[in-house]
């Protein structure tokens, strides 16, 4: 059983659409960080949310913590096809020295 | 700046055979861990390390063994390979002796097929 769920898996979409990924747990955590991994690379860090409520932007990405600390989101507007990549949420509980990771979004922008 | 460097790229395995998977940082970090990554089931944490001398275990340790004698290198070892283990294995590091909020640097990982 994974601690942290996103979804969707998969999403396909056409260059210049929105679109939304989501990751969520029952557990707290006490920060939280989404991370993109291009083919035959490790994930990079794109964004930490620590603070529940949290929004942080990105340029064309908008991160938000959920005020209960147990989810979080990532909207991208006007996708364009250097975002293709997958997309990794992953979250440091409030005890212990584990950092757990989502399932992970495969996300394809069509030119 | 090398950041994190995974040795080998590529790994095939014969059931039952050992190795190291090598990984070493040149960043100072006290932080190492290992994961493995599987379709659809994201990273999943096998050991970690937060000094040297100091290991514990992950979410999926069986199979797996680990050692931290210096803050630079935290190999991995098989100890007797299974097609199960056939994965994508990954090294990170971060500054500081926990995760929390702290970036976690990668290697360009190991591709792992046990036959």
């Known amino acids: 059983t994974q601690l942290l769920e996103q979804s969707p898996q998969f999403l396909s979409i056409q260059e210049g659409e929105n679109l939304t990924v989501y990751c969520n747990s029952s557990?707290?955590?006490?920060?939280l960080q989404w991370y993109r991994q291009e083919p035959g690379e490790g994930p990079v860090l794109l964004v930490t949310v620590v603070t529940g409520g949290e929004v942080k932007k990105l340029k064309r990405l908008t991160f938000q913590f959920g005020d209960a600390r147990k989810d979080s989101s990532l909207h991208i507007t006007a996708a364009q096809p250097g975002d293709t990549g997958l997309y990794l949420c992953a979250g440091a509980p409030r005890t212990g020295n584990q950092f757990y990771f989502g399932t992970g979004t495969s996300l394809t922008v069509i030119p | 700046n090398a950041g994190v460097t995974q040795t080998p790229k590529f790994q095939v395995l014969k059931t039952g055979q050992s190795m190291t998977l090598q990984c070493a940082q040149d960043?100072?970090?006290?932080?190492m861990s290992w994961y493995r990554q599987d379709p659809g089931m994201g990273l999943r944490l096998i050991h970690y390390s937060v000094g040297a001398g100091i290991t514990d275990q992950g979410e999926v340790p069986n199979g797996y063994n680990v050692s931290r004698s210096t803050t630079e290198d935290f190999p991995l070892r098989l100890l007797s390979a299974a097609p199960s283990q056939t994965s994508v294995y990954f090294c990170?590091?971060?500054?500081?002796?926990?995760?929390?909020?702290?970036?976690?640097?990668f290697g360009s990982g190991t591709q792992l097929s046990v036959l």
């Open positions: 990170a590091s971060s500054q500081g002796t926990g995760p929390w909020g702290e970036k976690l640097f």
């Open positions: 557990s707290v955590f006490s920060s």
């Open positions: 960043m100072n970090h006290e932080y």
